[in-house]
């Protein structure tokens, strides 16, 4: 208990001089207090190359518990969530008051980049979700199951919905499971191939388009929290992106996941990683579409060639 307490007071002390410094994002802050050791797990993750426009540095948390919950007990696997979003940055000039994951204009709108990582633990409960046959190879990438893997993002999209709507009046579970949807959509559904990296390494790759709900907040109804909602690392919007768009708008997701096994000593782990674009209309009734309209796709598909994943 007092371990706890002094911890609790560090941070406070320090979250409160950096602040008053002004030295120090709050993304940061969030980092600090929420990054998980990976190192210490046997997990080495780079992120080489990431583009002007989003936060350099991922934030990397233990997803266990929240993917438990957010499931309601159907998922229980020992996983951490590493990502990175639109930060304040606009083309290089500066920060704005306005980051890039809200700003109806960027490219970086609703756009994450991440890797989850799944370690092979003993029960075998990573092996029953990630695999067709969890008999079978653990790094044949045809024995991975789709249905599992486009699960994690959908739910983490769920997730982070969810803490947009923190301290709505009147607005509990059961009108946030009437307002939420995530399903496939567009023609042709899901596109599966194997691919090589340059390395030589297989990993299943999957792409589609998913209509869901943007995690764009309505202040006047709401009050999320710094350091328990998606506050902490895109912020709040302000009147101009209302203008733009409504609050909690239709979107389509449409992005990759990329999947493979590391087979390390003494646990191994699946990485997958993800990344998307977003297609939207605006009020005055004009689709904008990141994914085909703008190069994002090309520097995502970058950062995901410039990742180094490896066993420490």
């Given at each position: 208990m007092k371990k706890l307490?002094?911890?609790?007071?560090?941070?406070a002390a320090v979250t409160a001089v950096l602040l008053i410094m002004n030295s120090i994002s709050l993304y940061d802050i969030t980092r600090f207090m929420k990054n998980a050791d990976l190192e210490n797990r046997g997990v080495d993750i780079?992120?080489?190359y990431v583009p002007e426009g989003m936060y350099r540095k991922p934030v990397v948390i233990d997803f266990s518990k929240s993917l438990y919950r957010i499931s309601q007990g159907r998922i229980d696997l020992d996983i951490v969530n590493t990502y990175t979003v639109g930060n304040y940055n606009k083309n290089g000039?500066?920060?704005s008051s306005l980051s890039n994951f809200l700003?109806?204009?960027s490219k970086f709108k609703d756009t994450w980049f991440g890797v989850f990582i799944i370690f092979n633990d003993e029960g075998m409960r990573a092996m029953r979700y990630m695999l067709k046959n969890s008999d079978g190879s653990l790094t044949?990438?045809?024995n991975l199951d789709t249905d599992a893997i486009i699960s994690l993002p959908a739910l983490d999209q769920r997730l982070i919905v969810m803490t947009t709507h923190q301290d709505q009046r009147n607005y509990g579970l059961h009108e946030f499971n009437r307002d939420f949807y995530f399903f496939k959509t567009g023609p042709g559904?899901?596109?599966?191939?194997i691919i090589k990296d340059s390395k030589g390494d297989e990993w299943l790759m999957?792409?589609?388009s998913f209509a869901t709900v943007s995690a764009l907040t309505d202040i006047t109804k709401t009050r999320m929290r710094r350091f328990s909602s998606i506050r902490g690392y895109v912020g709040l919007p302000d009147r101009s992106v209302y203008r733009a768009v409504q609050p909690w708008h239709n979107i389509v997701l449409r992005g990759t996941t990329l999947t493979r096994y590391f087979s390390?000593?003494?646990k191994g782990f699946w990485a997958v990683v993800y990344f998307n674009g977003t297609r939207f209309t605006d009020r005055t009734g004009r689709t904008r579409d990141t994914w085909d309209d703008t190069d994002l796709k090309i520097v995502l598909e970058k950062m995901f060639n410039s990742l180094l994943i490896t066993c420490k």
């Open positions: 307490f002094i911890y609790f007071l560090t941070v780079t992120y080489g000039k500066g920060p700003d109806p204009g044949d990438p045809v559904g899901l596109y599966r191939r999957i792409q589609g390390c000593d003494p």
